[in-house]
């Protein structure tokens, strides 16, 4: 079986998703460290308590806001990915594969 040309689109929504997952767990790596932090300045001090907000705050935006950015600079990647993938082809005649 040849792969002789990939669907930009179709290639692009699966990099998005692939992207949004990636995204979401480093989103809660990401929460857990500034959630973490965020108490620990706050604990120090009475005068920390808006560095524990702020921290609490960038935890709890990283879950929202990476998914979202993964995912929209995956679909970008998959788009570009496939269109050069699909000029590639044209001159190498595609990827072989073996599906047996």
Request: include cysteine.
């Amino acid at each position: 079986m040849v792969i002789r040309r990939i669907d930009p689109v179709s290639a692009a929504k699966m990099q998005g998703v692939i992207g949004a997952v990636i995204g979401l767990l480093i989103g809660a790596c990401v929460s857990l460290i500034a959630l973490a932090f965020g108490g620990l300045a706050a604990s120090q001090s009475d005068e920390a308590i808006g560095a524990g907000m702020f921290g609490m705050l960038l935890g709890a935006g990283a879950i929202i806001v990476m998914p979202i950015f993964y995912g929209i600079f995956g679909f970008i990647g998959g788009l570009i990915w496939a269109f050069i993938y699909n000029l590639a082809a044209k001159f190498t005649g595609g990827l072989e594969v073996d599906a047996s």
